[in-house]
């Protein structure tokens, strides 16, 4: 077995360019495959000879388990894939050729990773079962020569392409009757106050969820400060579903709620709405903190109920708080999209936010609103930025001092030409 020497790591790593950087990605990469690679001939060895003769385990998978520090289920698709891609032996001494040899070689060349590797395996298991030896052979040749290159959507026009060629006719109709789509969701309110969302989607419609949270939960581009998005993708995506939710409640035809943006009530005592310090009763069943409830209560996202100190309602979510559906219109024409700088999102994933609270007797017109994606109407309910309404009606940004310290006004010209 030839020797492999890992690259060297600059002592100051902070000092390197790109080049070198993007350089000793592809190297590491690289000795990462080709060890992969070369770990596979053993475990393809090992299968051959006998893994209860060598070491006494039932299965060559639960003894690389037990050395790697892997559950079965980790293991198992490392062994597989080992054994597919590297010639083996049977029982008798037999020569039993790979699955797919020209896919092994390239791997062992350190140009194509599990991943493509995997992706191989299954458009090969895909061949239709009378295909000839020679044909599944051609087909395999393609697609590891292929992967040497191509990304998963290439070797998936591939497949298409090799099995069209190999089966022209396509599978038999099977019986014309849909079978009922299978679709399951469960929500329950756990103990520490989180709801936990479960569910069971078939093909059609998760793929498309996905589509519809892929589109809602791309990272938000690096602002004027230097600020990236470092959510995680399942916070992303969380998000995502938030904003789904307002568009569908949104909507004119829901039931329920005639496209105003009411969702639950919310109990709140006065000195703790205008203060946004305390708590809040959701529903009668969940808590939120004064300043969430505050916040939501800017688009009425909630009923908010408000109790005296004697515990009284002084008042149940008038109406004329709401924002009208022509005061919508006007915001949308005017702020074109959330009006903070830099933000791109579009009208449709915004709130309407009262720069000065209702609860502290500010009105519901247009120079006391704007619109805010979710994020940053959290960004001002929350931090420390300011939102005024500046002489010529447009809406205008105050940042904190620690990030300009002259504190400079912005405003949001991605939106207008």
């Known amino acids: 077995m030839s020797e492999t020497f890992l690259p060297e790591l600059p002592q100051e790593l902070w000092r390197a360019g790109k080049l070198e950087l993007a350089h000793g990605v592809q190297q590491f990469l690289q000795v990462m495959r080709v060890a992969s690679a070369g770990l596979g001939r053993y475990l393809a060895e090992i299968e051959s000879r006998g893994v209860k003769d060598l070491f006494g385990y039932g299965s060559t998978i639960t003894w690389f388990a037990g050395v790697a520090g892997l559950s079965?289920?980790?293991?198992?698709?490392?062994?597989?894939?080992?054994?597919?891609?590297?010639?083996?032996?049977?029982?008798?001494?037999?020569?039993?050729?790979?699955?797919a040899p020209t896919t092994g070689a390239v791997a062992a060349e350190g140009l194509v990773g599990a991943e493509r590797v995997q992706q191989v395996l299954e458009i090969l298991a895909r061949i239709p079962a009378d295909a000839s030896v020679g044909d599944r052979e051609s087909a395999e040749k393609i697609l590891g020569n292929l992967a040497r290159e191509a990304g998963p959507r290439q070797l998936a026009e591939a497949e298409a392409n090799l099995l069209a060629w190999l089966d022209p006719d396509g599978n038999e109709p099977k019986d014309p009757e849909p079978k009922e789509p299978r679709r399951e969701v469960t929500l329950e309110r756990r103990r520490d106050g989180f709801w936990k969302l479960t569910g069971l989607l078939d093909d059609e419609l998760g793929a498309r969820t996905a589509a519809a949270l892929e589109a809602y939960a791309k990272p938000r581009p690096v602002d004027e400060f230097g600020q990236a998005d470092l959510r995680m993708k399942c916070e992303r995506q969380g998000d995502a579903w938030a904003e789904l939710l307002d568009l569908a409640i949104a909507c004119p035809d829901q039931p329920g709620t005639s496209g105003y943006r009411t969702l639950v009530h919310v109990t709140i005592g006065l000195d703790e709405l205008k203060t946004g310090i305390g708590k809040a009763c959701l529903d009668f069943v969940g808590s939120m903190t004064a300043r969430e409830a505050r916040m939501a209560a800017c688009d009425c996202l909630m009923l908010p109920v408000v109790m005296n100190a004697a515990g009284e309602p002084l008042d149940v979510g008038r109406l004329r708080r709401f924002v009208t559906p022509g005061q919508r219109r006007a915001l949308n024409i005017r702020d074109q999209g959330c009006?903070?700088?830099?933000?791109?999102?579009?009208?449709?994933?915004?709130?309407?936010?009262?720069?000065?609270?209702?609860?502290?007797?500010?009105?519901?017109?247009?120079?006391?609103?704007?619109?805010?994606?979710?994020?940053?109407?959290?960004?001002?309910?929350?931090?420390?930025?300011?939102?005024?309404?500046?002489?010529?009606?447009?809406?205008?940004?105050?940042?904190?001092?620690?990030?300009?310290?002259?504190?400079r006004t912005r405003r949001n010209t991605l939106h207008r030409a």
């Open 72 to 99: 079965r289920g980790e293991a198992r698709p490392v062994v597989n894939q080992a054994i597919a891609l590297n010639p083996t032996r049977a029982l008798d001494g037999s020569a039993v050729p790979a699955v």
């Open 339 to 407: 009006a903070f700088p830099g933000c791109h999102r579009r009208p449709k994933n915004c709130h309407a936010h009262h720069i000065h609270h209702w609860a502290d007797g500010g009105l519901t017109d247009l120079r006391n609103l704007v619109l805010l994606c979710g994020f940053h109407h959290r960004l001002i309910h929350h931090g420390d930025w300011q939102a005024h309404m500046a002489a010529d009606g447009l809406p205008e940004f105050i940042p904190p001092q620690y990030l300009d310290p002259l504190q």
